[in-house]
């Protein structure tokens, strides 16, 4: 990325569907003043499940952010990411109609790790319950992962390149890099990010085989990362969109330039290898650093992973001093996402969100539910730390292997 | 139920299957404005024919989810229904 300094491609826009908010406003007074959302799991047809904790997504009211010819054809993700995109956009500065004018030089990138399961999940029931007959034919593209992509482009007329990033939880990173270099080779402006809705009974039946999964009952001893009590993760839903364009085109039309996407890579390291993870995670985060023209010692805050399962932070913490050397046990390190729960792909664009306003308001937000740190790390805990913070380091894995970092920089 | 699929009916069901509000009276003052511009998609309309071969019991015409208006797609079903009485 820093070979190229002609186009820059920086955040300019902002939307969230979080537990605890709707909106970026919500979703960053609960991160600054360590609010938790996680709470028990109460989507209907749950409660005989073993998963008792979750950050679910409340106060969410789709007929009132999006049409009902989309909200028909569509799974509960997809209705996230509709009303995030819209939030980025007027976020960013963009009238309703302004991009219409030139629809191809608008692109739309998601990330989905579960797809629409309670769209399907009704289908089904429908297929087995009913016949083939009463399966709705909305059925071959609500549950598909690039449904999101889709009905984003549609239903903003956006004709640009448009993709859909399948590589796990850590491909919310992996999207967001895709946009910077769709904006570097020329696209005017990339609508960019992912949500998730994996709260559903089919969708958390499938989740119950990870052995990452936290089936712990009560709210704030769910998800510990980092702690001697670390037992796994609460899943969560919703999740952000951002959007990306080049620096030198925002600030013509007098944009908001947020922060600059400076550097990505990513690794693969094998479902379940925690250990493994550790010289992936590092090799991302040198990648990432160098792409960015970035030293270790610049890196001011750590957005992290934040698994909760021992041998998995224990690489996280080992992978940090590994690429960043000392400066890796002195570092503000910060995983709100432990009051909110891991909305799979969502989760690292959530961070990144977090990571461009703690930049801004020069806080670093704490860690909820996390008071005993077992690890070499400086994490915040209790209250947000203030701090001059020019770059952040944003960390994601995924089950299923992927390893990813992304460097965001405040623009000057 | 009438053996006969009125404007009415054509109506509640854009509503329920594609989410598109368009009343009777629209369908009926101008029932050669193409169902494209009301926003319903081929995917609409098919899970609208499928809706009415479960409400009668019976397939409809192959071509019933290529009708391009209200029109046609009315005569065709009704005509079929009334081959079928």
């Known amino acids: ?412 | 139920m009438t053996a006969r699929l009125t404007a009415d009916e054509l109506s509640a069901l854009m509503k329920k299957g594609a989410g598109i509000t368009v009343d009777a009276a629209t369908l009926e003052r101008d029932p050669e404005t193409p169902f494209e511009v009301y926003g319903l998609d081929s995917l609409g309309l098919l899970g609208i024919v499928g809706e009415l071969e479960n409400r009668y019991g019976r397939a409809l015409p192959p071509d019933a989810d290529r009708c391009k208006t209200p029109r046609e797609f009315l005569d065709l079903v009704n005509d079929s229904l009334m081959a079928g009485a």
Request: aromatic fraction near 6%; charged fraction near 20%; glycine fraction near 12%.
């Open chain 1, 1 to 412: 990325m820093s070979k190229d300094r002609a186009r820059r491609p920086v955040i300019t826009g902002i939307g969230v569907v979080a537990p605890g908010g709707v909106g970026t406003d919500a979703f960053w007074k609960n991160a600054r003043e360590g609010v938790s959302s996680l709470d028990h799991v109460t989507r209907e047809g749950c409660g005989h499940l073993p998963l008792r904790v979750a950050g679910e997504v409340r106060g969410f009211d789709p007929e009132a952010q999006v049409e009902q010819r989309y909200l028909v054809q569509t799974d509960r993700f997809s209705h996230f990411a509709m009303a995030a995109a819209d939030m980025a956009l007027a976020d960013a500065g963009f009238a309703a109609d302004a991009l219409a004018r030139d629809p191809y030089a608008v692109g739309v990138v998601t990330a989905a790790g579960s797809g629409g399961g309670e769209f399907g999940q009704r289908e089904l029931q429908r297929l087995w319950g009913q016949g083939s007959t009463y399966v709705g034919p909305y059925q071959s593209i609500a549950w598909f992962y690039a449904a999101s992509t889709g009905q984003i482009s549609i239903r903003g007329g956006f004709k640009g390149p448009c993709g859909v990033v399948a590589s796990d939880e850590a491909g919310g990173l992996d999207a967001v890099a895709h946009a910077a270099a769709a904006v570097r080779r020329g696209t005017g402006t990339v609508v960019v990010g992912s949500a998730e809705a994996p709260l559903a009974p089919y969708s958390i039946v499938c989740q119950l085989g990870y052995r990452e999964l936290s089936c712990v009952e009560e709210p704030e001893r769910a998800y510990r990362p980092f702690t001697p009590q670390a037992c796994g993760f609460v899943p969560a839903e919703g999740g952000a969109m951002l959007v990306v364009e080049d620096e030198g085109a925002a600030r013509r039309r007098g944009a908001p330039v947020r922060a600059e996407v400076a550097g990505h890579a990513a690794t693969f390291t094998g479902a379940s290898r925690w250990e493994e993870s550790r010289e992936g995670l590092a090799r991302a985060i040198r990648g990432a650093l160098e792409q960015a023209g970035c030293a270790p010692e610049e890196v001011d805050v750590v957005f992290a992973d934040a698994l909760g399962l021992p041998e998995a932070d224990r690489a996280e913490a080992l992978a940090l001093a590994d690429a960043l050397g000392p400066h890796g046990s002195r570092v503000p390190v910060t995983a709100p996402k432990t009051g909110t729960g891991r909305a799979y792909c969502g989760a690292p664009v959530l961070d990144t969100a977090a990571a461009v306003l703690a930049m801004e308001h020069g806080l670093v937000p704490p860690t909820p539910h996390v008071h005993e740190v077992c690890h070499d790390l400086a994490l915040v805990t209790g209250r947000a730390r203030p701090a001059e913070l020019r770059t952040a380091l944003v960390l994601s894995r995924g089950l299923m292997g992927s390893n990813a970092a992304l460097v965001v920089r405040r623009a000057v």
